[in-house]
């Protein structure tokens, strides 16, 4: 697993255009759909909380998601 592997985790964990989760909200769903992948990925396993958050910036720079409240991420397409 990598970084790039987390963004359409991102987008699945939040569903729809409009939708909002708080981080630890969405960090909790990857856990529970990809606990076995994450487990298995070596060093990333340590770094993938921290690595979600980079993906999440890659969103948005791509235009897909939007921080605006901190700690509060929407989808945006």
């Not at 980079?54 to 509060?72: F, I, N, Q």
């Amino acid at each position: 697993m990598t970084r790039e592997d987390l963004k359409p985790l991102i987008l699945q964990a939040l569903g729809s255009p409009g939708n909002k989760a708080k981080i630890a909200k969405i960090a909790k769903f990857i856990w529970d759909h990809h606990e076995r992948d994450l487990r298995s990925s070596g060093d990333f396993f340590y770094t993938w909380q921290y690595d979600m958050r980079w993906a999440g910036d890659s969103l948005v720079k791509e235009g897909k998601l939007d921080k605006g409240r901190v700690g509060m991420w929407e989808r945006l397409r």
